[in-house]
């Protein structure tokens, strides 16, 4: 059983910088790719970014050059700095994590429960 764990969600205001983590725990073999996305109310899921295990990062156009992915494979552990945050980032961020449980298994996608950043105008 595989989990992630989100944490350093929370109400910022505008221009202002918040960090996440999600810190992924269980029966893992290998984690291929680790990433963030987000929704608000009656959107669908979008994408913000999303690293590899080489470290290739791609980002949404409405993030780059603000937010910056990153991650540490010892700690199964991906993080996201958002900078000069705007009202239009709010919405509820999703880790996501592409993973071989075993070294039998193939690759499965595995979800966070969500954190919110709210950014005040």
């Known amino acids: 059983q595989v989990q992630l764990v989100e944490s350093g969600g929370g109400l910022v205001q505008a221009g202002g910088s918040l960090r996440l983590s999600c810190a992924a725990s269980?029966?893992?073999?290998?984690?291929?790719?680790m990433g963030w996305y987000r929704q608000v109310p009656g959107k669908q899921r979008e994408l913000v970014a999303t690293?590899?295990?080489?470290?290739?990062?791609n980002y949404a156009d409405s993030v780059k050059d603000r937010f910056t992915i990153s991650r540490d494979s010892a700690k199964n552990t991906v993080y996201l700095q958002m900078n000069s945050l705007k009202s239009e980032d709010t919405a509820v961020y999703y880790c996501?994590?592409?993973?071989?449980?075993?070294?039998?298994?193939?690759?499965?996608?595995?979800w966070g429960q969500g954190t919110q950043v709210t950014v005040s105008s």
């Open positions: 690293i590899t295990t080489g470290g290739r990062t």
């Open positions: 996501n994590a592409i993973l071989r449980a075993t070294w039998t298994s193939g690759f499965t996608q595995y």
């Open positions: 269980g029966s893992i073999f290998s984690i291929n790719i």
